[in-house]
């Protein structure tokens, strides 16, 4: 039994040396000055520090590389890392060799946040303001108005009602973690009645969809009236091809009974050319002049009488 308890205590303090907790922050890429909170200037002293038991700085000893160090022997690490992270310890002893300090840091490197983006979007009665950051891990939000910090604000979407915002209103979010801190730019959230009362209709804005159908009725409409047009179009060629068509099979059967009236009837057609009353001016050059009249010849002394004709009606009795 004391054996599994030895043996849980030992698993126990690894667990909680494992889960150090750190007492200082720094952001990829910055400088950090581990401070001892001594003292120092113009004194001789023994100075050391050690990185995860590596030693990093020795004032009797050549470290290979040596990190910079401020006037009073703090650490000064540069342009930090991820792999920067971890114990740093600090030893000082005095001419003598007597231990007068010894301290060790947590130091933790992180990612630093990036700038915010804030966004608004208006409702019916309500305003939605959006605090976008691209590294959200581990990301802390805190709202102002009017460079006033919200109390309770800490999610990344923030909603007032319109009776609360103002002309003169300036909402600003700020996003933070352990070792960074970024803010974003004055927004001024202003609904107009357009934007807040907004009609969507598939995705789409009203007006615009309302564009689009128009458009697309009218040309549909175009294309109705093109083929009605070139329908009716084809209807009557079809129409006067079938009339024409009919015409050529009956001439064949009416031509003959024209050539059969006019053999019986040769006069009738003679007549009908003839003009009526045509007097002698109208005559044709073609036409033979007419034989003038004979003047009366003297009749000789010794001619015979003209015989008279005897009548032949009956005679009148006279009493």
């Not at 590596?54 to 009073?72: A, C, G, H, L, S």
């Not at 690490?77 to 060790?104: A, C, E, P, R």
């Not at 009776?163 to 107009?192: F, G, H, I, Q, W």
């Not at 009716?232 to 009339?243: D, E, N, T, V």
């Amino acid at each position: 039994m004391s054996v599994v308890t030895l043996i849980s205590l030992i698993l126990l303090s690894l667990g909680f040396a494992g889960a150090e907790e750190c007492t200082m922050y720094a952001a990829v890429g910055k400088n950090k000055v581990i401070d001892h909170g001594l003292e120092l200037l113009g004194q001789s002293f023994h100075l050391r520090w050690t990185h995860d038991s590596k030693i990093v700085y020795d004032t009797r000893k050549n470290t290979e590389p040596k990190p910079q160090t401020t006037p009073n022997g703090s650490l000064l690490l540069t342009n930090l890392q991820l792999n920067n992270t971890g114990s740093y310890q600090v030893t000082i002893y005095d001419n003598m060799g007597k231990l007068v300090l010894d301290k060790t840091t947590r130091l933790c490197v992180l990612l630093p946040v990036f700038k915010p983006r804030l966004t608004h979007t208006c409702t019916d009665a309500s305003v939605s303001l959006r605090c976008d950051v691209a590294n959200s891990v581990d990301v802390n939000v805190v709202w102002s108005h009017n460079r006033q910090t919200l109390p309770g604000s800490t999610d990344k979407t923030l909603t007032i009602t319109k009776a609360m915002l103002k002309p003169v209103d300036r909402y600003v979010c700020t996003v933070s973690n352990k070792a960074s801190e970024e803010k974003s730019d004055d927004v001024n959230p202003e609904c107009t009645e357009d934007s807040s009362s907004t009609v969507l209709l598939f995705g789409m804005k009203l007006w615009l969809m309302v564009a689009i159908l128009a458009g697309g009725g009218g040309l549909l409409l175009i294309l109705i009236v093109i083929t009605l047009v070139c329908v009716c179009q084809s209807r009557r060629r079809r129409a006067s091809r079938i009339k024409e068509e009919e015409e050529m099979r009956l001439a064949p059967l009416t031509q003959p009974t024209r050539q059969a009236s006019l053999h019986h009837h040769p006069h009738k057609s003679q007549s009908r050319t003839r003009p009526k009353n045509r007097t002698p001016s109208q005559a044709t050059q073609n036409s033979r002049p007419l034989p003038l009249p004979r003047s009366p010849q003297p009749e000789p002394d010794d001619a015979p009488p003209i015989p008279i004709p005897r009548r032949t009606g009956p005679r009148n009795h006279r009493s």
